[in-house]
């Protein structure tokens, strides 16, 4: 099975950086993604990590860390629409288990 | 605009209602998943349809029957519901496997209510 941490809540101030972490205890690991929820809407897609290391997109950047069970997601230049709920899920070696972690409220104050 | 689409968006039933929830997409996807999430909860794995075959239920009530007509459509069929079943349903679907990440696309969800 999959056991996810990550902080249930953080604010952060618009123009800034934040770091949201993940640990994750597995059974079998075939990659690690990034979802952005808003309150209401359904997930959607922001970063994926299948190999040890950094990935950057744009204003977004995740990190990896297999051997250590670990990613961060980093997002640099906030604006107040990045107010959302931040999902941690990994997939299992089967290839088509994704399971969420509880998700990172991130509040951007002006 | 999301293309995994779902139908309806709200719906109010009682326990010993028949009802379905649909879901559509067009990507050519082969794996369609449902998703139930709770308030201030992440979603949960329900099912798994890989070529239009049933390939992971994570031991959901029988009082959810999934059904995928074929690959575009995929269907939750619900009968005799209870009231903690009220969630949004959220319909995803995927590429297969070694064909990019193979991230999940999800629709907007069918907010359910049961009374």
């Known amino acids: 099975g999959q056991n996810i941490d990550q902080p249930t809540e953080m604010t952060a101030t618009e123009g800034a950086i934040v770091q949201i972490n993940c640990t994750y205890q597995?059974?079998?690991?075939?990659?690690l993604f990034w979802y952005q929820q808003h309150a209401g809407e359904a997930p959607t897609f922001l970063s994926y990590?299948?190999?040890?290391g950094l990935e950057e997109k744009g204003r977004f950047s995740s990190f990896l860390s297999r051997s250590k069970g670990y990613s961060y997601l980093l997002l640099k230049e906030l604006q107040m629409k990045d107010s959302a709920s931040y999902l941690c899920?990994?997939?299992?070696?089967?290839?088509?288990?994704?399971?969420f972690g509880i998700g990172t409220k991130l509040q951007v104050i002006p | 605009d999301t293309e995994v689409t779902q139908t309806p968006k709200h719906l109010v039933m009682g326990m010993t209602n028949k009802k379905s929830l649909k879901c559509e997409q067009h990507?050519?996807?082969?794996?369609m998943y449902w998703y139930k999430q709770k308030a201030k909860k992440p979603p949960e794995l329900m099912f798994v349809?890989?070529?239009?075959?049933?390939?992971i239920n994570e031991s959901v009530p029988s009082r959810f029957s999934p059904e995928c007509p074929n690959s575009s459509l995929l269907n939750l069929h619900l009968h005799a519901l209870q009231p903690e079943d009220s969630a949004l349903y959220l319909c995803?679907?995927?590429?297969?496997?070694?064909?990019?990440?193979?991230?999940?696309?999800f629709g907007e969800g069918s907010r359910l209510t049961v009374l």
């Open positions: 995803a679907s995927s590429q297969g496997q070694g064909r990019g990440p193979g991230e999940l696309f």
């Open positions: 597995t059974s079998g690991f075939n990659g």
């Open positions: 349809y890989s070529y239009e075959k049933l390939s």
């Open positions: 990590n299948v190999l040890d």
């Open positions: 990507m050519g996807h082969r794996a």
């Open positions: 899920a990994v997939r299992d070696r089967g290839y088509q288990k994704v399971t």
